[in-house]
Protein backbone atom coordinates (compact mmCIF):
# COMPACT_ATOMS: atom_id res chain seq x y z
CA UNK A 1 0.00 0.00 0.00
CA UNK A 2 1.12 3.47 -0.86
CA UNK A 3 2.58 5.82 1.87
CA UNK A 4 0.10 8.49 2.53
CA UNK A 5 2.12 11.89 4.46
CA UNK A 6 -0.19 14.18 5.66
CA UNK A 7 1.32 17.22 7.17
CA UNK A 8 5.17 18.65 6.89
CA UNK A 9 8.07 16.13 7.10
CA UNK A 10 11.23 17.32 8.68
CA UNK A 11 14.52 15.31 8.14
CA UNK A 12 17.34 17.55 10.11
CA UNK A 13 20.16 14.94 9.14
CA UNK A 14 20.35 11.55 7.84
CA UNK A 15 24.73 10.57 7.92
CA UNK A 16 26.44 7.26 7.47
CA UNK A 17 24.27 3.86 7.39
CA UNK A 18 21.56 5.75 7.76
CA UNK A 19 17.98 5.45 6.30
CA UNK A 20 14.75 7.83 4.85
CA UNK A 21 11.80 5.40 3.56
CA UNK A 22 8.44 6.81 2.41
CA UNK A 23 6.17 4.27 0.64
CA UNK A 24 6.20 0.65 0.47
CA UNK A 25 8.97 -1.71 2.19
CA UNK A 26 9.39 -5.19 2.74
CA UNK A 27 12.27 -5.52 5.33
CA UNK A 28 14.49 -2.96 6.40
CA UNK A 29 17.56 -4.60 8.13
CA UNK A 30 20.55 -2.35 9.79
CA UNK A 31 23.89 -2.93 8.08
CA UNK A 32 25.62 -1.68 11.29
CA UNK A 33 24.87 -1.37 15.33
CA UNK A 34 25.89 0.93 17.93
CA UNK A 35 25.40 1.07 21.61
CA UNK A 36 25.81 4.08 23.80
CA UNK A 37 24.59 4.68 27.44
CA UNK A 38 22.89 7.64 28.18
CA UNK A 39 21.15 9.41 30.91
CA UNK A 40 17.77 10.68 31.66
CA UNK A 41 17.08 13.39 28.54
CA UNK A 42 20.47 13.30 27.58
CA UNK A 43 19.65 11.77 23.72
CA UNK A 44 16.80 14.34 23.35
CA UNK A 45 17.12 15.87 19.75
CA UNK A 46 13.95 18.53 18.51
CA UNK A 47 13.07 21.72 18.72
CA UNK A 48 12.07 23.74 21.89
CA UNK A 49 13.06 20.39 23.91
CA UNK A 50 13.03 21.28 27.84
CA UNK A 51 13.82 18.47 30.43
CA UNK A 52 13.82 18.42 33.89
CA UNK A 53 15.34 15.65 35.45
CA UNK A 54 15.65 15.42 39.25
CA UNK A 55 17.36 12.21 39.81
CA UNK A 56 19.06 10.20 37.45
CA UNK A 57 20.65 6.71 37.54
CA UNK A 58 22.10 4.96 33.97
CA UNK A 59 22.76 0.82 34.10
CA UNK A 60 25.40 0.12 31.87
CA UNK A 61 25.74 -3.16 32.58
CA UNK A 62 25.07 -5.57 29.48
CA UNK A 63 25.90 -9.58 30.43
CA UNK A 64 25.34 -10.70 26.81
CA UNK A 65 27.86 -11.11 24.34
CA UNK A 66 25.64 -10.29 20.79
CA UNK A 67 22.88 -7.42 20.88
CA UNK A 68 21.89 -7.65 17.23
CA UNK A 69 23.79 -9.98 14.28
CA UNK A 70 23.95 -7.37 11.10
CA UNK A 71 26.76 -10.37 9.88
CA UNK A 72 23.87 -11.55 6.69
CA UNK A 73 22.78 -7.72 6.42
CA UNK A 74 26.14 -6.63 4.57
Do not use: H, R, W, Y
Request: proline share 4%; aromatic share 2%; hydrophobic share 30%.
Amino acid sequence: MPAIVIGGIKVTNVSGNGTVNMGDVLQIAPKSTTKSNSGAGGGNTGDFLQTNTFCNVTNTVDPDVLDAGVKGNN
